[in-house]
Nanobody
């Protein structure tokens, strides 16, 4: 089993920056891909960014050029550096990891004030 714990969610102003972190424990050595999803109020959970063990990153279109996903393989940690934040980025951000199945963190709330 893999446990994921997110941190870094706070209230930030429009145009600001923020970095989220997610630390994996348990059978973290078996993780193939890590990344982030988000769920805004009254909306479905949506893909944000993922990064493979090879370092290949994929982003949803609306965050390209503003968000950067990265991993510290030694620390089993994935990061999401977010910039030029807007109120549309307000959501609970969930860490995601894939082994032979999917694993989810409990989420961290990011609120962007207008």
């Amino acid at each position: 089993q893999v446990q994921l714990v997110e941190s870094g969610g706070v209230l930030v102003q429009t145009g600001g920056s923020l970095r989220l972190s997610c630390a994996a424990s348990g059978n973290a050595f078996s993780i193939k891909t890590m990344g982030w999803y988000r769920q805004a109020p009254e909306k479905q959970r949506e893909f944000v960014a993922i990064i493979t063990n090879a370092g290949a990153a994929t982003y949803r279109d609306s965050v390209k050029g503003r968000f950067t996903v990265s991993r510290d393989y030694a620390k089993n940690t994935v990061y999401l550096q977010m910039g030029r934040l807007s109120p549309e980025d307000t959501a609970v951000y969930y860490c995601y990891a894939v082994t032979n199945k999917s694993h989810w963190g409990k989420g961290t709330l990011v609120t962007v004030s207008s």
